[in-house]
C-alpha cells in the first residue's frame, strides 16, 4: 500500500472494529486505515453481515447498529450501493431485519415484483414501506 491511490474493499471485521472500538490494537488500526484511505468500498454483503454480527454477537440495539452504519456510509470516501443501503436502514429503523430489506431491493432490481416469506413481521414491515409483499402460509 505504497504511494499509488489506496483503494481498499473493507471485510466485515475492519468495519466492525472501527465501530465499535472494543479492541485496543485492531480498533485504531481500522479506524486509521478507514481514514486514509482514498476510496473504502463497502458491498452491501459486508453491511448485512455487519448488522448481523452487531446486533447478534454485540446485542446492540437496531438503533445504535443503525447510527454506527450511517457513520460508516457518512465517509466521504466511501462507496456503497446506496439504494440498498437506504432500504436496509429503513427497515432497522423500524425494528425489522437489515437483510430483508436489502433482499427485497435488490430482488426488485433483478426484476422480482414481489417479496414473499414466510417472515410476518418482514412481510408487514415491508409491506408498510409501499414494497410488494406475500407471506407464504
Partial sequence: MGGNPLRITADTNILVRAVTEDDPVQSPKAQKLLAKADLVAIPITTFVECCWVLGRVYRFPASDVAKMIRKLVDGDNVVVEAGAVRAGLA???????????????????????????????????????GEA?????
Fill in 91 to 129: 427497515q432497522l429503523e423500524a425494528s425489522g431485519d437489515f437483510a430483508d430489506a436489502v433482499i427485497a431491493h435488490c430482488g426488485r432490481d433483478l426484476g422480482g415484483e414481489t417479496f414473499v416469506s414466510f417472515d410476518k413481521k418482514a412481510v408487514d414491515l415491508l409491506g408498510k414501506r
Fill in 133 to 137: 409483499v406475500h407471506l407464504l402460509k
